[in-house]
């Protein structure tokens, strides 16, 4: 049987993706970030779903950086995750300064997301 009925849904411009149907999910990503300014610092990147009550950072599903200067210390992180979702249910990759001076910066042109939903039943 195929079904061509949509089970993600996108917005452009926003961060977030949205299920549009209950199954298991796999979602690979790839986040780098470097410095803008300032001196050394640290940075976390979170996978977070909201199941209705707002964003929750996943557990044990961080990256973590370590940022030098501006000509250096720019990191990657990559991570996998697969879960159980219902429709309705978000996810979304969002990164901050954990410690240290300065601004980090989002490389876009080194970043990606692939996500899949297998529905159920």
């Not at 411009?13 to 001196?39: K, M, Q, R, T, Y």
């Not at 199941?51 to 599903?61: A, D, L």
Request: some cysteine; aromatic content about 8%; hydrophobic content about 40%.
């Amino acid at each position: 049987i195929i079904d061509n009925a949509p089970l993600i849904s996108v917005t452009a411009g926003s961060p977030e993706i949205e299920f549009l149907a209950d199954g298991v999910f796999f979602a690979e990503w790839s986040n780098s970030i470097g410095v803008a300014s300032g001196g050394r610092k640290n940075s976390m990147t979170s996978f977070l779903i909201d199941t209705g009550s707002g964003f929750i950072p996943e557990p044990e599903v961080f990256g973590f950086g370590y940022h030098r200067n501006t000509a250096t210390g720019r990191d990657t992180t990559t991570k996998q995750l697969r879960k159980n979702v219902s429709a309705g249910d978000k996810i979304e990759v969002a990164s901050q300064r954990i410690s240290g001076t300065g601004n980090l910066q989002f490389l876009a042109s080194s970043c990606s997301l692939i996500v899949g939903l297998v529905p159920l039943g």
